[in-house]
């Protein structure tokens, strides 16, 4: 069996160089849109906010774990964990992580003290109405006080102080 070898028409061309595959260039100009440089810091700044949390979760529980003896560490050793809560509670609410639930409560309770707060000063105003033993001050910003007189007492003395002059009276 001959085989003839045909030549192939590829091999004798020139190769002439070539120029770079403008797919690659378009590649290399997305890295250097605003919306990718957006995505890197979005995953940048979840990473390290992952790592605070896990931080700030780490020392407090470290609060509220007893060690037992070791040459690596103090074991009576207490933790504050104060600043870490805080940071802690700072890193979820700008996830948008709320406790909504306790909140409520807090606002019903608040709610319920105004109402009783409330209701007592209307009591109060009832009563003084009756008695008229009250005076009314009107206030305009910037404030003006009318109807009243300053009067300065010595609190050595007792005797009135004179407001233009400032000498006892």
């Given at each position: 069996?001959?085989?003839?070898k045909?030549?192939?028409?590829?091999?004798?061309?020139?190769?002439?160089?070539?120029?770079?595959?403008?797919e690659?260039?378009?590649?290399?100009?997305?890295?250097?849109t605003?919306?990718?440089?957006?995505?890197?810091?979005?995953y940048?700044?979840?990473g390290i906010?992952?790592?605070?949390?896990?931080w700030?979760?780490?020392?407090?529980?470290?609060?509220?774990?007893?060690l037992?003896?070791?040459?690596w560490?103090?074991?009576?050793q207490?933790i504050?964990?104060t600043?870490?809560?805080?940071?802690?509670?700072?890193?979820?609410?700008?996830?948008?992580?709320?406790?909504?639930?306790?909140?409520?409560k807090?606002?019903?309770?608040?709610n319920?003290?105004?109402?009783?707060?409330?209701?007592?000063?209307?009591?109060t105003l009832?009563?003084?109405?009756?008695?008229?033993?009250?005076?009314?001050?009107?206030?305009?910003?910037?404030l003006?006080?009318?109807?009243?007189e300053?009067?300065?007492?010595?609190p050595?003395?007792?005797?009135?102080?004179?407001?233009?002059?400032?000498?006892?009276?």
């Open positions: 069996m001959d085989e003839k045909i030549p192939d028409p590829k091999l004798n061309e020139k190769k002439l160089p070539t120029k770079p595959e403008p690659k260039k378009i590649a290399k100009e997305e890295d250097d605003p919306a990718y440089q957006e995505m890197v810091l979005f940048l700044s979840t906010k992952t790592l605070l949390i896990a700030c979760i780490t020392i407090i529980s470290l609060a509220y774990i007893k037992p003896e070791s040459k560490w103090v074991a009576d207490r504050d964990a600043y870490a809560a805080g940071v802690l509670g700072g890193l979820l609410g700008s996830l948008g992580v709320t406790v909504a639930n306790a909140g409520k807090k606002d019903e309770r608040n319920a003290s105004a109402k009783r707060e409330i209701d007592e000063l209307k009591k009832a009563e003084l109405a009756k008695n008229q033993q009250y005076q009314t001050i009107r206030v305009i910003t910037p003006k006080i009318e109807g009243a300053v009067v300065k007492y010595d050595i003395t007792g005797k009135e102080i004179d407001t233009q002059s400032g000498k006892l009276k």
